[in-house]
């Protein structure tokens, strides 16, 4: 078992889809948008941070980056009795993922700044996420 301490839940507004005729386009808007939100997810807290696109290390600083909380990450969808729901957490492996990619009152002061807070995440994630639903409602509006 693990211990999950970072964790983002995606799910999708019901009420978004009523647009959609039937079960079927209901189902695979539902399966893309919580794809898309989790992508974004994982695209704000942990690819920003890649081997090429990275915070400077700290003045002084000789740590070594072993990309442990990016392995540690993963995404998941899951069918739900209306759709599907997404999750984005850390597996526990790396038992400092709070102290990097917490809220922000919990992150280190060495990360503070130079890694995005569970609620800079969250905000970003809102922001790109609805008119990506949006246009993937209305695509699949359009299929008959």
Request: no cysteine; net charge positive.
């Amino acid at each position: 078992m693990t211990n999950k301490v970072i964790g983002f839940e995606i799910t999708v507004d019901q009420n978004a889809l009523k647009k959609l005729n039937n079960g079927l386009q209901f189902e695979r808007a539902s399966k893309e948008i919580v794809t898309a939100g989790l992508k974004l997810v994982e695209d704000e807290q942990i690819k920003a941070y890649s081997a090429g696109n990275r915070p400077s290390p700290p003045s002084g600083s000789t740590y070594k980056r072993t990309f442990k909380l990016q392995r540690s990450s993963r995404a998941r969808t899951k069918k739900v009795r209306k759709g599907y729901e997404g999750i984005w957490d850390t597996d526990g492996t790396a038992d400092y993922d709070k102290y990097v990619l917490g809220i922000k009152s919990n992150q280190a002061g060495i990360h503070r700044g130079r890694w995005k807070s569970i609620e800079q995440v969250v905000e970003a994630v809102d922001k790109k996420l609805t008119p990506i639903a949006d246009e993937i409602i209305d695509k699949e509006a359009k299929k008959i």
